[in-house]
């Protein structure tokens, strides 16, 4: 009988997970987290990306010109900091300057509030690398 001792694996594994801010991959529940730097050392999975974007769905979508609690993230790779037209930033992400590069999206939902102290995205961050990877990648595919 070892069907209930997978189970609470299992939930134990879930549970961690949820408690670092990432849900279990349905796909890969043992995947271990990736911690890398520098985000050209992955390689963005759109599909993956897409469901992923399900977390920001609450706050953002990716039409271009509608903004909710977040603006707009039609076409963020590449864009300037805080310039979606008829949103309302805070003054720390009006301030920040740059550009949304992947390096840079990649450091930001990393942990949003430590790597601009002051924005009013109150969203904890995604701890693995793999996964901000796959969300940026489908972003990109979210322009024109
Ligand atoms: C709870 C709501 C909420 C969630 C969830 C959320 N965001 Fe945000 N996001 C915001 C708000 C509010 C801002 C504006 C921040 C400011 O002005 O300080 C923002 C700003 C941004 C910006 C800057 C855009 C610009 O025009 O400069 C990016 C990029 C971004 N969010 C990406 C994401 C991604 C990707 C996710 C999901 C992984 C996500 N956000 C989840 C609320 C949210």
């Given at each position: 009988?070892?069907?209930?001792?997978?189970?609470?694996?299992?939930?134990?594994?879930?549970?961690?997970?949820?408690?670092?801010?990432d849900p279990p991959r349905p796909d890969k529940p043992e995947a271990p987290v990736v911690q890398v730097a520098d985000v050209t050392?992955?390689?963005?999975?759109?599909?993956?990306?897409?469901?992923?974007?399900?977390?920001?769905?609450?706050?953002?979508?990716?039409?271009?010109?509608?903004?909710?609690?977040?603006?707009?993230?039609?076409?963020?790779?590449?864009?300037?900091?805080?310039?979606?037209?008829?949103?309302?930033?805070?003054?720390?992400?009006?301030?920040?300057?740059?550009?949304?590069?992947e390096q840079r999206l990649y450091d930001y939902l990393e942990n949003p509030r430590e790597h601009i102290v002051g924005t009013k995205?109150?969203?904890?961050?995604?701890?693995?690398?793999?996964?901000?990877?796959?969300?940026?990648?489908?972003?990109?595919?979210?322009?024109?």
């Amino acid at each position: 009988m070892s069907t209930p001792k997978v189970l609470t694996t299992l939930l134990g594994a879930s549970l961690l997970a949820a408690c670092s801010g990432d849900p279990p991959r349905p796909d890969k529940p043992e995947a271990p987290v990736v911690q890398v730097a520098d985000v050209t050392q992955l390689t963005g999975d759109v599909e993956a990306g897409r469901m992923g974007f399900s977390q920001c769905r609450s706050c953002h979508t990716v039409e271009a010109g509608v903004n909710r609690v977040g603006p707009s993230l039609h076409g963020v790779v590449g864009r300037p900091v805080a310039h979606e037209a008829g949103y309302r930033y805070s003054t720390a992400m009006a301030a920040a300057g740059g550009v949304w590069d992947e390096q840079r999206l990649y450091d930001y939902l990393e942990n949003p509030r430590e790597h601009i102290v002051g924005t009013k995205m109150t969203f904890p961050g995604i701890k693995d690398g793999q996964r901000r990877a796959d969300i940026i990648a489908y972003l990109k595919t979210q322009a024109g």
